[in-house]
């Protein structure tokens, strides 16, 4: 009933915030201005220094470096899920499935857009929709967003045809939080999919997640804290199995991809398909390709990524709103080369298609090395001033890791990454340039990383709506287009959720679309998924952004006197009802949540007793929570 509660107050509040946030403008100058007014204040509280050395005497107290403390231990060992230990056996096993998934990507055989034998190829007509005639749907991007969405749609006996720019389908990117959110939308599309996925994952629910200092910082009146201690801790055991859903995993990206491709139907996936524009008709939607071609269907959906040239069509944003950079952190340009181009693109292509620049600059890397605290700790992010490093174990003795720092969009390295990193988070010596020593673990990581695997892209999001309140009614359809993913919601990646929120895109969107009995009818179908969705995502969205801004700040918030306590109790407080939101989609809030997930069991296979299930709580709140979830 709490949740419950919750939810509706958090969706009312989040209607009204995105009225003021469509009329003032998401990256109008108003928006802007507040922002500089923010970073100066903050500016100014750093500048304030008062010499009082005994102050700032003593150490921290040693309960913020115990990584898992027996409270939480206690939650952790409910998960119906456990990491399976990294044996040499199973590492070479993740690895070499990475490897064979981009192998089988870059040798397959797939059609392009001037395949001449396709249902594509005829033009639609006016018709009520049956078993042996049924929808017909084009899908523009052959990322997560469209391929979950073609497997939604052909799951509810849709044809469907998923059209890639991609000169060959050649995954590229790191590992992929699969959050339990996504795995429940997985699980209802298409059983064996999400069978597939948990099967190649590795469980990360096991284990605490949490933000942690990255260097020494506060004072006797707002409390002492050692680099590397913990400042929040919180599981999503907890929150997930109160809503009857299965663990996070994380899983290769080539992996995801190869996996949904293997389960749709064949001759689905087209490449080299660059999509130039389309034409809406009375009878269907026809999508025109950069070598000349054409694909009709009754739907098209944009799944095409934060600078899609669906979404510049729909909402009229001119020619020069496309480019090819992609949006997320852990995609990664292909090369150098591209990721130069890309930096100095993106600055131009963002004014003109809408977009925000994050005020962040994102370095991403990959590395096969076992963390020394793999064993504890799944989820961590070190915060400091400007830039924070994120990391999260990727399986395979793997690590994956973010350097986010606050600067200027548009910049390049002329020096290896390596090096400006080592400045960055250095943790000996002189320490970074404001002269604070880094825990080591970020250069752990860092060090453990290949110059060629390290990539950095500017971070992009953007407006749930537009300015134009004429778009707020259907902000992301027309009568028979749609936009989904990236393309719909870019966010930041603080919470791992731009992926999920397009699996729940796709599933929503399949959903709306089956409920069609006429293709002359859809309008209906598409607004009611384009408002639905709206709303949560931007509950999302504006949560990762939020989130973002206060992390460059946290170490001054938690050096002020009362309030840095208070901030951190806030913080750990609220970051449950966070998790449960995100782990109720919108298509599940009136139903029963744990219809179709078993019961815990034991690594040996025993039930667990009553009093054992009634003793599960989540350590972020402390709240009990029974099994099975009430519905």
Same mark, same amino acid.
């Given at each position: 009933?709490?949740?419950?509660?919750?939810?509706?107050?958090?969706?009312?509040?989040?209607?009204?915030?995105?009225?003021?946030?469509?009329?003032?403008?998401?990256?109008?100058?108003?928006?802007?201005?507040?922002?500089?007014?923010?970073? @100066?204040?903050?500016?100014?509280?750093?500048?304030?220094?008062?010499?009082?050395?005994?102050?700032?005497?003593?150490?921290?107290?040693?309960?913020?470096?115990?990584?898992?403390?027996?409270?939480?231990?206690?939650?952790?060992?409910?998960?119906?899920?456990?990491?399976?230990?990294?044996? @040499?056996?199973?590492?070479?096993?993740?690895?070499?499935?990475?490897?064979?998934?981009?192998?089988?990507?870059?040798?397959?055989?797939?059609?392009?857009?001037?395949?001449?034998?396709?249902?594509?190829?005829?033009?639609?007509?006016?018709?009520?929709?049956? !078993?042996?005639?049924?929808?017909?749907?084009?899908?523009?991007?052959?990322?997560?967003?469209?391929?979950?969405?073609?497997?939604?749609?052909?799951?509810?006996?849709?044809?469907?045809?998923?059209?890639?720019?991609?000169?060959?389908?050649?995954?590229?990117?790191?590992?992929?939080?699969?959050?339990?959110?996504?795995?429940?939308?997985?699980?209802?599309?298409?059983?064996?999919?999400?069978?597939?996925?948990?099967?190649?994952?590795?469980?990360?629910?096991?284990?605490?997640?949490?933000?942690?200092?990255?260097?020494?910082?506060?004072?006797?009146?707002?409390?002492?804290?050692?680099?590397?201690?913990?400042?929040?801790?919180?599981?999503?055991?907890?929150?997930?199995?109160?809503?009857?859903?299965?663990?996070?995993?994380?899983?290769?990206?080539?992996?995801?991809?190869?996996?949904?491709?293997?389960?749709?139907?064949?001759?689905?996936?087209?490449?080299?398909?660059?999509?130039?524009?389309?034409?809406?008709?009375?009878?269907?939607?026809?999508?025109?390709?950069? &070598?000349?071609?054409?694909?009709?269907?009754?739907?098209?959906?944009?799944?095409?990524?934060?600078?899609?040239?669906?979404?510049?069509?729909?909402?009229?944003?001119?020619?020069?709103?496309?480019?090819?950079?992609?949006?997320?952190?852990?995609?990664?340009?292909?090369?150098?080369?591209?990721?130069?181009?890309?930096?100095?693109?993106?600055?131009?292509?963002?004014?003109?298609?809408?977009?925000?620049?994050?005020?962040?600059?994102?370095?991403?890397?990959?590395?096969?090395?076992?963390?020394?605290?793999?064993?504890?700790?799944?989820?961590?992010?070190?915060?400091?001033?400007?830039?924070?490093?994120?990391?999260? #174990? @990727?399986?395979?003795?793997?690590?994956?890791?973010? @350097?986010?720092?606050?600067?200027?969009?548009?910049?390049?390295? &002329?020096?290896? !990454?390596?090096?400006?990193?080592?400045?960055?988070?250095?943790?000996?010596?002189?320490?970074?340039?404001?002269?604070?020593?880094?825990?080591?673990?970020?250069?752990?990581?860092?060090?453990?990383?290949?110059?060629?695997?390290?990539?950095?892209?500017?971070?992009? #999001?953007?407006?749930?709506?537009?300015?134009?309140?004429?778009?707020?009614?259907?902000?992301?359809?027309?009568?028979?287009?749609?936009?989904?993913?990236?393309?719909?919601?870019?966010?930041?990646?603080?919470?791992?959720?731009?992926?999920?929120?397009?699996?729940?895109?796709?599933?929503?969107?399949?959903? &709306?679309?089956?409920?069609?009995?006429?293709?002359?009818?859809?309008?209906?179908?598409?607004?009611?998924?384009?408002?639905?969705?709206?709303?949560?995502? *931007?509950?999302?969205?504006?949560?990762?952004?939020?989130?973002?801004?206060?992390?460059?700040?946290?170490?001054?918030?938690?050096?002020?006197?009362?309030?840095?306590?208070?901030?951190?109790?806030?913080?750990?407080?609220?970051?449950?009802?966070?998790?449960?939101?995100?782990?109720?989609? #919108?298509?599940?809030?009136?139903?029963?949540?744990?219809?179709?997930?078993?019961?815990?069991?034991?690594?040996?296979?025993?039930?667990?007793?009553?009093?054992?299930?009634?003793?599960?709580? *989540?350590?972020?709140?402390?709240?009990?929570?029974?099994?099975?979830?009430?519905?």
């Amino acid at each position: 009933r709490r949740s419950s509660c919750f939810l509706k107050i958090m969706r009312l509040g989040v209607a009204l915030a995105l009225a003021v946030r469509a009329v003032s403008g998401f990256v109008g100058p108003a928006q802007r201005g507040r922002e500089t007014a923010l970073r @100066a204040m903050a500016d100014v509280l750093r500048d304030v220094k008062v010499d009082v050395p005994w102050l700032a005497e003593g150490e921290g107290s040693p309960k913020n470096r115990v990584n898992i403390p027996e409270e939480i231990a206690r939650v952790l060992r409910q998960s119906p899920a456990q990491r399976v230990p990294e044996s @040499a056996e199973r590492v070479e096993a993740v690895r070499a499935r990475a490897r064979q998934a981009t192998a089988d990507a870059l040798s397959a055989e797939f059609a392009t857009a001037s395949s001449s034998e396709a249902w594509w190829r005829e033009r639609p007509r006016a018709r009520a929709l049956t !078993k042996e005639d049924p929808l017909r749907v084009a899908v523009v991007g052959g990322g997560l967003a469209g391929l979950v969405t073609a497997a939604a749609c052909a799951a509810q006996g849709m044809r469907v045809a998923v059209f890639e720019q991609a000169r060959s389908y050649a995954p590229y990117g790191g590992p992929i939080q699969i959050q339990s959110n996504a795995l429940r939308a997985i699980r209802r599309i298409n059983p064996a999919i999400f069978d597939d996925l948990v099967a190649a994952g590795t469980v990360t629910a096991d284990r605490v997640s949490g933000l942690k200092i990255g260097y020494r910082k506060g004072n006797k009146l707002s409390g002492i804290y050692e680099a590397g201690d913990w400042l929040v801790r919180f599981d999503t055991v907890g929150p997930a199995l109160e809503a009857g859903l299965p663990p996070t995993v994380v899983v290769d990206r080539p992996v995801i991809q190869q996996i949904f491709v293997r389960h749709l139907p064949p001759g689905t996936v087209h490449i080299r398909s660059r999509l130039v524009g389309y034409e809406e008709t009375a009878d269907g939607v026809a999508a025109a390709f950069e &070598d000349g071609s054409e694909a009709h269907a009754d739907v098209l959906v944009g799944a095409d990524g934060v600078w899609s040239t669906v979404r510049r069509q729909l909402h009229d944003l001119g020619d020069g709103a496309v480019g090819t950079a992609a949006s997320g952190a852990a995609g990664g340009a292909l090369d150098e080369a591209e990721a130069r181009a890309a930096a100095r693109e993106t600055v131009r292509v963002a004014q003109k298609a809408s977009r925000r620049y994050s005020g962040f600059t994102c370095y991403a890397g990959l590395c096969e090395h076992r963390a020394s605290n793999i064993e504890d700790v799944s989820y961590q992010i070190l915060l400091g001033s400007s830039k924070y490093f994120v990391s999260t #174990d @990727a399986g395979g003795d793997r690590q994956q890791w973010f @350097a986010l720092i606050r600067e200027p969009p548009g910049g390049v390295d &002329d020096a290896p !990454k390596l090096d400006r990193l080592r400045r960055e988070f250095a943790h000996h010596g002189a320490g970074d340039e404001d002269g604070n020593l880094w825990d080591s673990f970020a250069l752990e990581l860092v060090n453990a990383t290949a110059e060629a695997d390290v990539k950095r892209r500017d971070l992009y #999001d953007g407006p749930p709506l537009l300015r134009n309140p004429a778009t707020w009614l259907s902000p992301w359809n027309s009568h028979r287009v749609a936009i989904c993913g990236d393309a719909a919601h870019p966010m930041m990646p603080n919470l791992g959720q731009g992926g999920c929120q397009s699996t729940e895109d796709g599933y929503r969107l399949a959903l &709306d679309l089956a409920k069609a009995s006429r293709s002359d009818r859809l309008r209906p179908h598409l607004d009611a998924y384009s408002r639905r969705r709206v709303l949560r995502t *931007s509950i999302v969205q504006g949560l990762a952004q939020l989130g973002s801004d206060l992390l460059v700040d946290f170490d001054l918030m938690i050096s002020i006197p009362l309030l840095g306590p208070a901030f951190l109790t806030a913080t750990q407080l609220t970051m449950p009802w966070i998790l449960r939101f995100l782990y109720v989609p #919108d298509f599940d809030l009136h139903a029963c949540p744990a219809a179709s997930l078993p019961p815990p069991t034991r690594e040996n296979g025993a039930e667990r007793s009553g009093a054992e299930r009634s003793e599960r709580r *989540s350590l972020s709140d402390g709240t009990a929570a029974p099994w099975p979830p009430a519905s």
